[in-house]
């Protein structure tokens, strides 16, 4: 039978309820067990996909061709494993389900409440994940912090599935934080009980408690939390601010959680194998204790001044990076400045370029300066999705010569069109999980750059979120000016990657391969961006 962990949250918003609950994924899968993790999200979007960047951050794409929270990224790095759309359920999406049931009948007629009707869609989305995984454990966030009006639906489902499911099988998790008082020096347990004492008055009593602190917590400390939130003392879990994301599992784990667990959930006792995770964290650690030279890498976006915006771009950098043993250094340049001449300098002092992905005008211009920059000074250059669009109109307009190329995602009066909208999108009215989306193949040309990224693959599958396309009808003139398309579709139709031939690395992929990066398999593309990036700076 799956086992069951609920995480929640206290005390205060965004205090690492993702991290810590794909830290745990990755403790118990060192124990060999299969692992999933759920994002329960309780605002009423029905998805993230149409969310501003700035409100939400990141939209993370699954294989299967979900929109969802930039949490399920983490799991993903961290547990090493493909989630699917049961993994990211929103009060939305909740709602909408018992709805469209209510509308054709499905109910007889019967008054719609929140309980039983809503809480019982709820559960049933909580054990989907199980039967379409076959996880042996699926760990379940509950998104927003206990006390909030919005969560309470999911923190009542919840309750009834360790009821329901029975209490050796489901264990809750609550993440709390510690505050500290400056003029006295001290942590303060009070919120924490204070978050525990409004759970248990929905009927929820946590089995562990992982504190969060930004000082070192005390055992004394730990004992009192245990004593006044009625939980084991080993079951208190001090963790501290990192320097480095990926040392969360060891910490969690060298603290005994993973051993309680599986205690707690009669789980098998099987040694954890966290030998390759130990030596590569203890490396990425090293590039910073030691000094190492950086490499040095320009993000031009339009969301910059929210990072989280570009989460697993930046992670996949800093894969990249760690394992050619080099300090990771972004340089976050917002794509519009450049359009009123201010930035130059930033782009002139990286050893590489990537230009992310985005929608809309605004910045447009300053990215295909970025791409322009790129191409003439030769500085490797990697496009993602909009980054490859952008670098394809720049190479139209200063190479082909065709002054008003554009996207016609932006200019709809423009005589070369060189970005144009998808056939099959242009029936298309509604915007929530309409686009291209999730894993589509890619066949790879011998001997391109990219083909070379890929250990010259025949093809590869990669993840898709756009709406708009290379516009075939300049292949040929493109590829006279010395344009490839290494990457293109089995069909032969839409071009998926892109490269300048006569550049050091100049490379645009319609796909966002910051999803398949891993902390220990950095990504193809990343990897020789870096390198690229390392033997530019060696000229500089």
């Not at 118990?28 to 029905?46: C, E, S, T, W």
């Not at 076959?134 to 006390?147: Q, S």
């Not at 709406?467 to 590829?479: D, L, S």
Request: glycine letters at 10%; hydrophobic letters at 40%.
């Amino acid at each position: 039978m799956t086992k069951y962990i609920f995480c929640t949250g206290g005390v205060v918003s965004s205090v690492g309820k993702g991290v810590t609950a794909a830290a745990i994924g990755r403790i118990l899968k060192a124990r060999g067990l299969k692992v999933a993790i759920q994002k329960l999200d309780p605002y009423l979007n029905v998805d993230p996909g149409t969310m501003s960047p700035y409100q939400h951050g990141e939209v993370f794409v699954t294989a299967d061709g979900a929109e969802t929270d930039l949490d399920l990224g983490h799991y993903e790095r961290f547990i090493d494993e493909h989630l699917n759309r049961t993994c990211n359920v929103t009060a939305g999406r909740v709602y909408m389900n018992v709805l469209e049931k209510e509308r054709r009948g499905d109910y007889l007629g019967g008054t719609i409440q929140v309980i039983p009707h809503i809480t019982n869609e709820i559960k049933r989305c909580i054990v989907l994940v199980a039967k379409e995984t076959n996880a042996d454990v699926v760990i379940v966030e509950v998104g927003g912090t206990v006390g909030d009006i919005e969560s309470q639906p999911f923190l009542e489902a919840i309750r009834q599935m360790r009821q329901g499911i029975g209490r050796n099988d489901a264990l809750f998790i609550h993440v709390t934080y510690l505050p500290h008082i400056g003029a006295t020096g001290e942590l303060k347990t009070k919120p924490t009980q204070h978050s525990v004492r409004e759970l248990r008055s929905m009927g929820i009593q946590p089995q562990v408690i992982v504190a969060r602190s930004d000082h070192e917590v005390e055992k004394e400390l730990c004992d009192k939390i245990a004593l006044f939130c009625d939980v084991d003392q080993e079951a208190v879990i001090p963790l501290v601010t990192t320097d480095l994301l990926y040392g969360v599992p060891l910490l969690l784990e060298d603290a005994g959680l993973g051993n309680y667990l599986v205690e707690a959930l009669g789980l098998p006792r099987r040694k954890p194998e966290l030998g390759d995770w130990r030596a590569m964290t203890a490396r990425m650690r090293a590039l910073t204790e030691n000094g190492h030279a950086p490499v040095r890498i320009g993000i031009v976006g339009k969301y910059v001044e929210l990072h989280d915006a570009y989460m697993s771009v930046k992670e996949a950098l800093y894969h990249a990076a760690s394992a050619q043993n080099r300090r990771l250094e972004i340089e976050w340049l917002y794509s519009g400045d450049l359009e009123k001449d201010r930035g130059w300098d930033v782009l002139e002092s990286v050893d590489g370029i990537v230009v992310p992905g985005g929608f809309g005008y605004r910045g447009i211009e300053g990215k295909i300066l970025a791409a322009r920059f790129a191409r003439e000074r030769k500085v490797p250059y990697l496009g993602l999705c909009l980054g490859m669009q952008t670098m394809c109109i720049e190479f139209a307009r200063d190479v082909l010569g065709y002054e008003d190329a554009n996207s016609s995602e932006f200019e709809t009066n423009s005589e070369h069109t060189v970005i144009d909208l998808m056939h099959e999108q242009r029936a298309v009215t509604e915007l929530g999980g309409t686009m291209r989306l999730g894993v589509y193949p890619c066949r790879l040309v011998a001997g391109s750059k990219a083909g070379s990224a890929y250990g010259n693959a025949d093809c590869v599958e990669e993840r898709h979120r756009h709406r708009f396309e290379f516009n075939n009808v300049y292949r040929n003139a493109f590829a006279d000016a010395g344009m490839l398309f290494s990457g293109i579709s089995p069909d032969g139709h839409l071009v998926e990657i892109a490269e300048v031939q006569d550049h050091p690395f100049m490379v645009g992929s319609q796909f966002h391969p910051e999803f398949l990066s891993r902390p220990n398999a950095p990504h193809p593309l990343f990897s020789k961006l870096v390198e690229a990036a390392l033997e530019h700076g060696k000229t500089r």
